[in-house]
């Protein structure tokens, strides 16, 4: 069973900066299209930031020029450096994998970690 872990939220001030990192046994953090989602309270999940295998990267419109998502396929981790934060990126974060190796499809999601933006 995968199992995705996310790590790096807490409480920070507006405008400060917070980078998140997901974590997978094996390596399947390398292959197919990885991801952040976020769910804010009485919210819809929400994409965040993906990049496919092919390295293309898609940003929600609300977070582009202050997020960066990257792969290290060396470290199978997944990173979200969040710049410049707003109080309406207070949410959860999950991280999430999904593709098809050898036929079989997966979509894996990890637990969340909280980030909050207050003063």
């Known amino acids: 069973q995968v199992q995705l872990v996310e790590s790096g939220g807490g409480l920070v001030q507006p405008g400060s900066s917070l980078s998140l990192s997901c974590a997978a046994s094996g390596s399947i953090l390398s292959h197919g299209t990885v991801g952040w989602y976020r769910q804010a309270p009485g919210k819809s999940r929400e994409m965040v930031a993906v990049?496919?295998?092919?390295?293309?990267?898609n940003y929600a419109d609300s977070v582009k020029g202050r997020f960066t998502i990257s792969r290290d396929n060396a470290k199978n981790t997944v990173s979200l450096q969040m710049n410049s934060l707003k109080p309406e990126d207070t949410a959860v974060y999950y991280c999430?994998?999904?593709?098809?190796?050898?036929?079989?499809?997966?979509?894996?999601w990890g637990q969340g970690t909280q980030v909050t933006v207050s003063s």
């Open positions: 999430r994998t999904q593709g098809a190796i050898e036929g079989y499809e997966y979509d894996y």
């Open positions: 990049v496919t295998d092919s390295e293309r990267r």
